[in-house]
């Protein structure tokens, strides 16, 4: 959730880097997803960013992150 992010807290990570940065360029997939404490799930968390949530979820980067994942994970 950008708007309101919470996932870093429920998992105990760092907010940052996430999805934002992601949606940015400033990061890839990889260095985005992390391991979570449950076995077989990995987390992207909502990283930090001053964009607007429609703006960045309807981008044509939104696409691309999204082919990568579905590449790369189940």
Not at 2 to 28: N, V
């Amino acid at each position: 959730n950008l708007h309101r992010p919470a996932i870093h807290e429920r998992f105990s990570m760092a907010r940052t880097p996430g999805l934002a940065d992601l949606l940015k360029g400033e990061i890839t997939v990889a260095e985005a997803v992390r391991p979570s404490e449950i076995e077989g799930l990995s987390v992207i968390t909502a990283g930090e960013s001053e964009m607007s949530l429609a703006d960045g979820l309807g981008s044509g980067a939104m696409q691309t992150v999204y082919r990568q994942m579905v590449e790369q994970y189940d």
